[in-house]
């Protein structure tokens, strides 16, 4: 006994072959130790136990990092998996593997780190930071954790055309192909297929913190959602108008009653009003009594000054100060000559995907000759056909181009008619386009007045 | 014969008493008198059906005379009610469930589609919203049931619309009705929004209970304008 304490392992012979090999190990531990000291610290909060629930501003207006291995993803598969299938799951993960579409030993080499916000999954390689994909939120069906023995796999269901921007207002006949769920052809069938993104988490806890995680995102985005939804649907039928706004209608007599609402109610715009008085609040102002007319007329006339308020007021409940005085600045470039093109694409830019559906409100105020272009732009951008977390089932009526001139004027005051207008209606027809434009010129006025006033109500104590 | 007619005059007696208040408060968006026809009038109905003396036909147009000279009170009488026996439930959610009862007196008796097409979507909007007290605790079915109240919103609101298209139907009353309804249905979307951060359940029912009530108040101002 004695004997074995007392024996020293003598330092014998190494294999040259075992001393290179053991030194190369020995340096990639080294220098797999070094990456991990140089690597940044993770942008990461406490999080609640045993939840794991995190303030959702932090979803909304910061972002969170975990750390994964990123094993691959997987495309065109059947849109009929069942995430909460373990074996078929793990089926084509096992397939995935032995056919190396996916990693099979987890090494240092699939570190990576997953960004979550209420917008995105953002997936960068641990080193170097180089982005691996972009999933939007809208674009995951399904989050699964799948314990595999020692491996704990979190698995995301997603479209397949994942991390996709709509696509811009020049193509405006969008290739239906392009759409969340893809369609694949399988023996004459079409198949909906779907994406598999398979990632690798340390141990069970890491696995159901970003489960839960990535339930908490879905639980703040699809409540967004739902009440966008349901604003979407007040705005929608309150600014319905009862006859189309756009003064090359067929119907003269429209003509005339827009004309006259115009007039009527020019003098009763409220911001105008609200503008001026020190301390009021938009909101809190309502219109004065509107001009005495024939009650048909009277009663179209509040339709035209109902869809600018209405308007007005959702602007100032979903935009920033700053982000009016920018939709001014568009209004006034789009009406001083800018074309429809650009300025649908920098309103889509401002909005941003969360606001997108105040586009919709803009209809009125788009001319007969951009309304086609404006129309085609609303449905790439997915407003029109519902596309996102929510499908829209509502329908939106398609403005028919008109054969009669178009009297409304984008640019200097200059008339933009149609060749083959009527002499006869010519007069009448630039009158009402004046009318509109300084309509027009008057809301871009006020909407650039209003984000002075929000300023300045931000700034007095 | 005598009983239908004493009760369709308090039916007129009530849609008058509404409409009249209609015009005149201040605050048309006081649903106080959901009190009278929503919670009193079964209670009436039901006494009627026992009592076969007039006595319950004399209350209940006690009752409608009293809320007209003091909207409000038939409310103060109920919550005293509630609170000398002790009734531990919560006004509005029980206003709430019983939104979805009809009443002919709130309903406009014009034989025209367009018309019946409206008593049909306000009755399907007060029906979605009066089950809001059962949804609400399960996140995933209120905002399922969120989503049934958007559609049954713009429904509405596309059917009042289309009967403003036709020439013959133009109501100053009912376009200011319709107003009022959309601020009601904003107030009840930020009611929503302020919910899912503070979790106060009592104010999303008092919200949807205005919001019924300016549905019925729409119907009423088209039924004032037959």
């Known amino acids: 006994m004695d004997d074995d304490v007392k024996k020293v392992k003598k330092p014998g012979l190494v294999s040259p072959f075992k001393r290179v090999f053991l030194k190369g190990e020995k340096g990639r531990d080294k220098k797999a130790q070094e990456k991990a000291t140089e690597r940044r610290a993770l942008h990461t909060f406490s999080l609640s136990q045993p939840d794991h629930r995190i303030d959702p501003d932090i979803l909304l207006n910061d972002y969170i990092e975990k750390e994964v291995k990123y094993l691959g993803q997987l495309t065109s598969v059947p849109g009929y998996l069942n995430p909460s299938s373990r074996t078929e799951v793990l089926q084509l993960i096992d397939n995935a593997r032995r056919s190396h579409q996916l990693a099979g030993q987890l090494t240092s080499e699939q570190d990576a780190v997953v960004s979550l916000s209420a917008y995105n999954i953002k997936l960068v390689w641990r080193d170097g930071e180089d982005i691996i994909l972009r999933v939007p939120i809208h674009d995951i069906a399904a989050v699964s954790y799948i314990r595999d023995d020692s491996l704990h796999l979190v698995v995301l269901k997603t479209a397949q055309e994942s991390g996709g921007s709509p696509c811009p207002s020049s193509c405006p006949d969008l290739n239906k192909s392009q759409t969340l769920s893809s369609l694949s052809e399988s023996g004459g069938v079409l198949v909906e297929v779907c994406c598999l993104l398979v990632l690798a988490v340390d141990n069970k806890a890491a696995a159901e913190e970003l489960c839960l995680l990535l339930s908490q995102v879905f639980q703040i985005v699809y409540t967004e959602s739902t009440i966008d939804f349901l604003d979407r649907a007040i705005f929608d039928g309150a600014t319905t108008p009862i006859r189309h706004l756009s003064l090359c209608s067929d119907d003269s007599s429209s003509k005339v009653d827009i004309k006259e609402a115009f007039e009527a109610d020019i003098n009763t715009f409220p911001f105008q009003d609200s503008v001026e008085a020190e301390g009021n609040s938009p909101l809190a102002s309502t219109p004065t009594s509107p001009q005495t007319k024939p009650a048909s007329e009277g009663e179209l006339s509040t339709t035209a000054a109902e869809l600018l308020q209405d308007y007005m007021t959702t602007l100032r409940t979903k935009l920033s100060s700053q982000e009016i005085q920018q939709f001014a600045t568009l209004l006034r470039e789009y009406r001083n000559g800018a074309s429809i093109h650009e300025f649908c694409i920098n309103l889509r830019q401002l909005y941003g995907d969360s606001r997108k559906f105040l586009l919709l409100g803009l209809r009125a105020f788009i001319p007969e000759k951009d309304s086609q272009h404006f129309e085609n732009f609303l449905e790439t951008i997915g407003v029109k056909d519902g596309r996102g977390i929510i499908t829209d089932s509502f329908g939106r009526y398609r403005r028919t181009a008109s054969s009669a001139s178009d009297s409304t004027t984008n640019g200097n005051g200059a008339a933009g008619g149609s060749e083959d207008s009527a002499a006869s209606d010519e007069g009448q027809e630039t009158s009402e386009g004046d009318e509109w434009d300084r309509m027009i010129t008057d809301i871009s006025n006020d909407i650039e007045a209003l984000g002075c006033s929000m300023d300045q109500e931000a700034v007095t104590p | ?226």
Do not use: W
Not at chain 2, 15 to 20: A, F, G, K, N, V
Not at chain 2, 149 to 170: C, H, R
């Open chain 2, 1 to 226: 014969m005598c009983e239908c007619l004493t009760s369709s005059l308090t039916t007129v007696d009530l849609s008058r008493m509404l409409m009249e208040n209609m015009n005149s408060s201040a605050d048309s968006t006081s649903p106080a008198s959901m009190a009278l026809y929503t919670v009193m009038y079964p209670v009436f109905n039901q006494l009627e059906k026992d009592d076969t003396s007039s006595a319950a036909q004399t209350l209940k147009a006690a009752f409608i005379k009293a809320e007209k000279h003091s909207p409000g009170l038939t409310q103060q009488i109920l919550l005293k009610i509630m609170q000398k026996e002790n009734i531990q439930v919560n006004y509005h959610e029980c206003l709430l469930r019983m939104a979805s009862e009809e009443f002919e007196a709130l309903m406009i008796d014009r034989k025209e589609p367009e018309f019946q097409s409206l008593n049909k979507k306000a009755h399907a909007l007060k029906r979605v919203l009066s089950t809001i007290p059962d949804e609400i605790l399960d996140k995933v079915r209120f905002l399922q049931t969120i989503k049934d109240i958007a559609g049954a919103i713009k429904e509405l609101l596309d059917t009042v619309n289309a009967i403003f298209k036709m020439p013959q139907y133009q109501n100053k009353r009912a376009m200011e009705q319709k107003k009022e309804f959309v601020k009601c249905s904003k107030n009840f979307s930020d009611t929503l929004k302020v919910y899912f951060k503070d979790g106060k359940v009592v104010n999303v029912f008092a919200s949807a209970n205005r919001l019924t009530h300016q549905t019925s108040m729409i119907l009423l101002a088209f039924k004032s304008n037959a």
